[in-house]
């Protein structure tokens, strides 16, 4: 099959991201969401995104407008009927998850492939969902989607080959670099990030250094590009926590148990950039 148009959904920031890189590749687009409101925030990011790229001179004018042109949006989920692909980026919940899999299995297209986003959930589980686990995948993209380059692919027990072929080749084709990666609880980057963006939360939770010294620490001293608690604000305090809950009931061990001080600030709204609060102030 010649994967021409794809639905992506879910229109926050990674389906936005998505969204956007697809359509920059010539991929007809669908992006998807529950409200009207939503699908406006999305595709204003897109907009965004694009001018910045035009501003700096990495694409013409014209080039954003073909882009802009390529993507449309839906309320209505049986438009996946018309997609050759399906890239689910919802919540991090294994149940939104599953009943979404189900209803996609019901309204797309036989041949379509439907791929999750999900950055922990197992895909073995969330395939199991459906009639056809075999045309189920994980395409793990990184925050931000037009920037970052690796995709972690990930078969579920039932993947067809062919399936991972077709999902392996349209990451290529979006200029991402595929890594295939095994079906565990956060696969590979979120089994070694988490647990460290954790640390750095018990790390101010247990009153060592102030978020600003602990960044300032790991990017100076490690070299990374972003502190810790300034990726776990740009990430979502509410995804760090779902995708930690998901490693201490995958491994069922105590070392992935979430720092109560990242609870604490998912109970009272502070989610990161998003709200415009979490370790620091945007
Ligand atoms: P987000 O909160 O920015 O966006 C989620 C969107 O999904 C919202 O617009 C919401 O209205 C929509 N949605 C929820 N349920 C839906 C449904 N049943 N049908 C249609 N739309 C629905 O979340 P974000 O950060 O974009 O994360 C989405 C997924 O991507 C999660 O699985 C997350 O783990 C994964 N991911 C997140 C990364 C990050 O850095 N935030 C990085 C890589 C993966």
Redesign the pocket.
């Known amino acids: 099959m010649d994967i021409q148009k794809i639905m992506v959904?879910?229109?926050?920031?990674?389906?936005?991201g998505i969204a956007q890189v697809c359509a920059q590749a010539n991929f007809t687009v669908i992006l998807?969401?529950?409200?009207e409101e939503?699908l406006n925030?999305?595709y204003q990011s897109i907009e965004k995104q694009l001018q910045k790229q035009l501003e700096k001179g990495r694409i013409s004018r014209q080039e954003k407008d073909e882009t802009l042109q390529r993507i449309t949006t839906s309320l209505d989920?049986s438009n996946a009927s018309s997609s050759d692909m399906v890239i689910e980026?919802?919540?991090?919940k294994m149940d939104?998850?599953t009943?979404?899999f189900q209803e996609l299995d019901r309204l797309a297209n036989e041949q379509a492939i439907l791929a999750?986003?999900?950055?922990?959930?197992p895909i073995t589980e969330i395939a199991a969902a459906t009639k056809q686990p075999e045309r189920v995948i994980g395409m793990?993209?990184?925050?931000p989607v037009p920037v970052m380059a690796l995709v972690e692919i990930i078969r579920g027990l039932a993947t067809a080959d062919e399936v991972y072929e077709q999902t392996r080749d349209l990451a290529k084709r979006l200029k991402k670099v595929p890594v295939e990666v095994n079906d565990f609880p956060g696969f590979v980057s979120n089994r070694i990030l988490m647990p460290m963006i954790n640390e750095a939360i018990y790390t101010v939770y247990e009153g060592v250094a102030s978020p600003e010294a602990i960044d300032e620490v790991m990017k100076l001293g490690m070299n990374h590009p972003m502190g810790p608690l300034a990726l776990a604000d740009?990430?979502?305090l509410?995804?760090c926590l779902?995708?930690m809950e998901t490693l201490q009931a995958g491994f069922g061990d105590d070392k992935y148990r979430p720092c109560p001080l990242l609870r604490k600030y998912v109970k009272a709204g502070w989610l990161g950039r998003?709200t415009g609060r979490g370790f620091y102030s945007y």
Not at 116 to 121: A, D, I, P
Request: hydrophobic fraction near 45%; proline fraction near 0%; aromatic fraction near 8%.
């Open positions: 959904i879910g229109s926050g920031q990674m389906g936005a998807h969401d529950l409200k939503f925030r999305g989920l980026a919802v919540v991090e939104v998850k009943a979404l999750t986003n999900t950055s922990s959930l793990h993209f990184m925050n740009f990430i979502g509410d995804t779902l995708i998003k």
